[in-house]
T-cell receptor, first 114, second 112 residues
């Protein structure tokens, strides 16, 4: 079974700082990778996803993530965060072809101070 | 996502009571899922359904049951609620290929 590790439980940044949230997965085969965001009091929304092709994927609101297969990683980045990016971020993985179950990491809470 | 709705949005109940949470979707997706979210634990899959006649247990199905009444409706029941079922419950849908899931607004359940 696959698993997902998010190393940072809570990250606190000032506006305009750069962001990188770590995500590593454990699975021997090919995977689809996702980042979801949950703003305070809201439901999860898809931020970006990787299925194949260019390992650097761009999502909404200036976020991007890079898939590094050799490191089993899919880190989320943003060059300059805003106060409105305050949210909880979840990395998720599903084995390619299974198409039935996302396995989520435990989430990273990002607080951006104005 | 407004295409996935959950009712109720908040519910407070007592230990031993039967509770039903409902999920409806207008996205036309065949696949539907129920998750619970606990602080610091992320989302855990309770049940999932690939179509009306296909129901599968997830990671933490004990104490829960589901009903897929139609393609658009997937209900989660707690037959006899207990306090450690206090959590935020999310319904999600997907069209399966590839498996991008779309989440409802959540139901905050408190069991006293």
């Amino acid at each position: 079974a696959q698993s997902v590790s998010q190393h940072n439980h809570h990250v606190i940044l000032s506006e305009a700082a750069s962001l990188e949230l770590g995500c590593n997965y454990s699975y021997g085969g090919t995977v689809n990778l996702f980042w979801y965001v949950q703003y305070p009091g809201q439901h999860l929304q898809l931020l970006l996803k990787y299925f194949s092709g260019d390992p650097l994927v761009k999502g909404i609101k200036g976020f991007e993530a890079e898939f590094i297969k050799s490191k089993f990683s899919f880190n989320l980045r943003k060059p300059s965060v805003q106060w409105s990016d305050t949210a909880e971020y979840f990395c998720a993985v599903t084995p390619r072809g299974s198409n039935y179950k996302l396995t989520f990491g435990k989430g990273t809470l990002l607080t951006v101070n104005p | 996502d407004a295409d996935v709705t959950q009712t109720p949005r908040n519910r407070i109940t007592k230990t031993g009571k039967r509770i039903m949470l409902e999920c409806s979707q207008t996205k036309g997706h065949d696949r539907m899922y129920w998750y619970r979210q606990d602080p610091g634990l992320g989302l855990q899959l309770i049940y999932y359904s690939f179509d009306v006649k296909d129901i599968n247990k997830g990671e933490i199905s004990d104490g829960y049951s589901v009903s897929r009444q139609a393609q658009a409706k997937f209900s989660l029941s707690l037959e006899s609620a207990i306090p450690n079922q206090t959590a935020l419950y999310f319904c999600a849908t997907s069209d399966g290929t590839p498996d991008t899931q779309y989440f409802g607004p959540g139901t905050r359940l408190t069991v006293l």
